[in-house]
């Protein structure tokens, strides 16, 4: 396609698909739809299928969806301004609160822009920690969606399925970080505390489980002829629509577009290690679904050859300008009791400039703009959240579908409302 | 269609920008604000096919404003926009001066209509307004709101909470 058609297909697609269907609640009450046989309703944002508090206004014209807004901002927390008054190292603790479902990932993208801004090299076994960590939160979270993607479109089962290996992922999650969620555990410098004793084991016995659990989910719901008739060729969307709305992640690769930055642009040690990009080939909900099934096995194997390769030494930077003396060193040195202290209560500064990081989470290019003034706290600390950016394929995706077909779709879009409001 | 298919991006230079480098070895571009449309269309031709990131900055009291070109006068506001090459596996950011007396930037819609969201943002949270946007309306506060949070004269806490249930003794 030309630029040129592609854009005027934007503009003409975005105005008459959706982008200025907005009404306040009492306009929409008086206002006549388009077409006399039309009519505008509400769904959301309390609905048990919207994935939290996503409000959609539709318009439809008998069962088929003509047009649809999403109106989003009822989780808004101002999480970017305080994090303005947050210092670097209490700066994870506010942005892991962003996508519940893979916290880890936003204290990544958080972390990697301060480092870059500190000009700090990593030790290996923290490059390395953060890696198993990603991979074990991107298990978790798409089990999640294997799990509310089932109780969407009526397979109640795979939901306590799904829950049921979530919380095996992150019952070991819990006893690296010390908590389930949440975890404030991938830290500017580093990672917060080394691995525990038997978490090779912990893990080995996990990614067994799973692995295995992962192949009943194919029997439960791939082959199964009404999952089918539900997923396929509902919610389609091309790839020249994603790439011009800025969708990345198992949306833009449903659409058969290879674009995953852990290969593509490799952070952290991804470039030393065996993977497949999960690509779909037709852009619908069925792709969706397959690619995050697919890429869950893909974790699993990432994780067995992080388990091979995993180094030792420290798993923080030596740098006393952004570590903390150790625990042992406090009861004995004065210096250390002092060093520990203003770390913890001023911070410690950070170069001006600013600088962009972006990590592959779950949901796609999730990036982290941070602009320091030199001071002990980020000037402005901005979050790319994937979820925000995609959710704005739900118009294209909808438009000409039954009402019975947006839940199917919104939950392929796999949106996490915390990261969409921030 | 594959990453590898798009054009690969040409020099940076004959935009007629000023360019700069970030911390990280990263390319900056400084448009003027009215260039910005026009640049970041020259830039999608050379193989930046998405745009991933646009953000307000309001540098108001900022120590120390970081590296900027000679060329470029500093300005209250800024709005970073992240371009990325998929096939020459880059991205550049262009760094957009805006005075605070007219926050407006023309809007990146036509080019490329992800930034709809983004840009309602900017606006929501900094004032900004992006001329030719299709819906320019807050996104993430209520309708009704008044000021701008993020702005930096904006403090933490001069809403006061409000408590629904205090004095209603049900």
């Given amino acids: ?422 | 269609m594959t990453a590898v298919d798009a054009p690969a991006p040409q020099g940076l230079s004959r935009l007629g920008v000023a360019v700069s480098e970030d911390p990280g070895g990263g390319t900056v571009l400084h448009p003027e604000r009215e260039r910005l449309p026009e640049v970041v269309e020259a830039l999608r031709e050379a193989g930046y096919t998405q745009c991933i990131d646009l953000c307000g900055v309001d540098y108001l009291g900022a120590d120390d404003r970081g590296r900027l070109p000679d060329a470029v006068a500093p300005q209250r506001f800024e709005v970073a926009v992240t371009l990325i090459s998929h096939s020459g596996r880059e991205r550049v950011r262009l760094r957009v001066q805006v005075p605070a007396a007219d926050p407006s930037v023309p809007t990146l819609f036509d080019t490329f209509p992800g930034t709809e969201n983004l840009e309602r943002e900017v606006f929501d949270m900094f004032g900004i307004r992006f001329d030719g946007h299709p819906d320019m309306t807050r996104i993430l506060m209520p309708e009704d709101w008044e000021g701008h949070p993020l702005r930096k004269d904006y403090a933490v806490g001069v809403v006061p909470v409000r408590f629904k249930a205090a004095g209603d003794q049900r």
């Avoid at chain 1, 046989?37 to 439809?60: C, D, Y």
């Avoid at chain 1, 999650?173 to 505390?193: D, F, Q, S």
């Fill in chain 1, 1 to 422: 396609m030309s630029a040129g058609a592609l854009r005027t297909a934007g503009r003409v697609h975005a105005r008459s698909g959706g982008a200025v269907l907005r009404l306040s609640e009492a306009e929409s009450l008086t206002a006549a739809p388009s077409a006399p046989e039309r009519m505008i309703i509400n769904m959301g944002p309390q609905h048990p299928s919207t994935h939290g508090v996503l409000r959609l206004l539709l318009e439809l014209d008998g069962e088929t969806v003509t047009r649809c807004k999403p109106i989003i901002g009822y989780l808004h927390t101002g999480m970017e301004k305080t994090g303005e008054t947050l210092t670097y190292l209490q700066g994870p603790t506010n942005v892991t609160r962003m996508d519940y479902s893979s916290p880890l990932f936003c204290e990544l993208a958080f972390s990697m822009a301060t480092e870059t801004l500190l000009g700090l090299e990593l030790p290996p076994r923290a490059t390395w920690i953060r890696m198993l960590m990603c991979e074990l939160n991107r298990i978790s979270s798409h089990l999640l969606f294997q799990a509310t993607n089932g109780m969407d479109l009526g397979a109640v089962s795979m939901m306590l399925y799904g829950w049921r290996e979530r919380e095996e992922v992150l019952r070991l999650l819990e006893k690296i970080t010390g908590l389930r969620m949440n975890h404030n555990y991938i830290r500017p410098g580093g990672v917060a505390a080394d691995l525990p004793d038997g978490w090779r084991d912990d893990t080995l016995r996990l990614l067994e489980g799973v692995g295995d659990r992962l192949d009943e989910y194919d029997a439960l719901l791939t082959g199964q002829p009404i999952w089918r008739e539900r997923l396929q060729g509902v919610g389609v969307v091309s790839a020249a629509e994603c790439l011009a709305l800025g969708v990345t992640g198992p949306i833009l690769r449903s659409t058969g577009y290879s674009w995953d930055l852990r290969r593509h642009m490799p952070y952290l040690a991804y470039d030393r290690l065996d993977f497949d990009v999960v690509c779909g080939s037709y852009g619908d909900c069925f792709d969706r679904y397959a690619i995050r099934l697919n890429e869950i096995r893909e974790s699993i194997r990432l994780v067995r050859q992080i388990l091979d390769q995993m180094p030792a030494g420290d798993y923080r930077v030596g740098d006393r300008k952004v570590t903390p003396p150790p625990r042992g060193r406090i009861d004995e040195s004065m210096e250390a009791l002092i060093h520990h202290f203003k770390i913890f209560t001023e911070g410690f500064k950070v170069p001006a400039g600013e600088v962009y990081a972006a990590v592959e989470s779950p949901r796609g290019e999730l990036g982290c703009y941070m602009v320091s003034d030199g001071g002990p706290k980020p000037f402005r600390m901005h979050i790319r959240a994937p979820s925000f950016v995609n959710l704005q394929a739900l118009p294209y995706m909808l438009e000409g579908r039954m009402v019975a077909d947006a839940v199917a779709i919104i939950s392929s879009v796999d949106p996490i409302m915390g990261e969409v409001d921030r």
